[in-house]
């Protein structure tokens, strides 16, 4: 099996440390498309192209999570016109995806708040949930009006409730209550993040759950982020001396 995904002359995975949870922040999609002579949203076209073929090959290797940046509570601050063919993407990917729901056994998950988005996006949301619960392969959680503190803000409103309520005792606030409280809730926090697109900076992504991941910042743009190259981050993710602060 570990000779499914050798090259030739070169190192390959370790099937047996594979990361059990990779986040990636697809940043990159309107360079791409601009260094092509092409409209930003050819670039959001090719990025969500990326993004299949990525969850394909990710649960072909036996990764057990994978967490995407799909838009964030920021990037509200882009012109309409771009938020709505972000959204218009995500429509034509969620049809798609509650078609080949049963045979890519994905439980597909959404990280965000989903309220301010368009009935039709929240009904096919809800729809591929229900249909998630029947499958039981990689999970992939996109992460949609997404932001670390706003997910935070939202643990600690809960938890604040509960306490005020009486049926919490803030003596008793554990890591354990915040994470059950996250979106993350019930998934081991990232192994390896990975940012395509030359920036390096978290721009609000997971802010709780990165505290030990390790991070890989590229210079690739995430349309051309392919499996071979996805396949280098791993290997080299593998021959890291993770130390959470031990020896
Ligand atoms: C990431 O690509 C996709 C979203 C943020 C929705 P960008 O659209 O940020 O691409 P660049 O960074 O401008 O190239
Ligand atoms: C981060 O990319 C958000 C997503 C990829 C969804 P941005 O392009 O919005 O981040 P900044 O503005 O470079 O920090
Ligand atoms: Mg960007």
Redesign the pocket.
């Known amino acids: 099996m570990k000779k499914l995904f050798a090259k030739k002359n070169r190192a390959c995975i370790d099937k047996d440390k594979l990361p059990r949870h990779i986040a990636i ?3 990159g999609n309107g360079r791409w498309a601009k260094k092509r002579g092409l409209a930003r949203s050819a670039g959001h076209y090719a990025g969500s192209e990326r993004f299949r073929s990525a969850a394909k090959y990710l649960q072909k290797l036996g990764v057990e999570h994978f967490t995407v ?4 509570t ?2 509200w601050k882009r012109p309409k016109e771009e938020v709505d063919g972000i959204f218009s993407l995500l429509e034509k990917y969620l049809y798609e995806a509650i078609n080949d729901l049963k045979d890519d056994n994905i439980v597909l998950s959404f990280w965000g708040d989903i309220s301010p988005l368009s009935p039709k996006l929240i009904e096919l949301i809800e729809e591929t949930n229900e249909l998630s619960k029947k499958n039981n392969g990689m999970h992939v959680n996109i ?1 949609l009006n997404y932001g670390g503190r706003a997910e935070i803000t939202r643990a600690v409103k809960s938890i604040a409730n509960d306490c005020a309520a009486g049926v919490l005792n803030p003596d008793d606030i554990s890591d354990e209550v915040i994470e059950n409280r996250l979106y993350s809730k019930n998934t081991p926090p990232p192994d390896l993040l990975i940012r395509p ?1 030359g ?1 390096t ?1 978290i ?1 609000n ?1 997971l802010l709780w759950q990165l505290a030990y991941s390790e991070m890989v910042f590229t210079d690739t743009l995430w349309p051309d982020l392919t499996d071979d190259k996805l396949e280098e981050i791993i290997i080299s993710f593998q021959q890291r001396n993770r130390r959470f602060g031990g020896l």
């Not at 940046?69 to 964030?72: I, T």
């Open positions: 922040i697809m940043d940046y799909a838009f964030s920021e990037n992460c697109g920036e900076r721009s992504f």
